[in-house]
């Protein structure tokens, strides 16, 4: 890899990391990040802050929040990377960007649902015992 290359990879990596950030903390609301883990298994009960109504959700709108907050995050990154490569010159082929992208947002929402017995845990579970790759056959 060149200095270029080199540089340009941690360029795009800061503004990516610094979108992921907005994204998260920023631009996701309230809803979103309470219920986003929902399940059946263990509803969560929201309050909304200005009216104080309590309502019950789960895995349907656990699976629904979890998506809008990762279509928001990528979304977010997207535009700060994009506006970042721009002024700092950088030309990014749009497929590898779509494809970071969606690497970055399906991971995201994996990583965000957090439901007992789902992929986290299931991989947490393999890798405590050693063997992944009993987990497939």
């Not at 789902?118 to 790759?133: I, Y």
Request: hydrophobic share 45%.
């Amino acid at each position: 890899m060149s200095h270029r290359n080199a540089a340009v990879f941690a360029a795009l990596l800061g503004l990516a990391r610094a979108g992921a950030k907005l994204g998260d903390f920023w631009i996701q609301d309230s809803f979103c990040a309470q219920v986003k883990g929902a399940s059946d298994a263990a509803p969560v009960t929201y309050e909304h802050p200005e009216t104080k109504e309590k309502t019950t959700h789960g895995a349907a709108d656990g699976r629904n929040a979890c998506l809008h907050h990762c279509v928001t995050y990528t979304a977010t990154q997207a535009v700060v990377a994009g506006i970042g490569a721009r002024a700092l010159g950088i030309r990014v082929h749009p497929g590898a960007a779509a494809a970071a992208l969606a690497v970055s947002g399906i991971t995201h929402y994996i990583a965000d649902r957090r439901v007992p017995g789902g992929v986290l845990e299931t991989l947490l579970r393999f890798s405590v015992r050693g063997d992944v790759m009993a987990g497939l056959g």
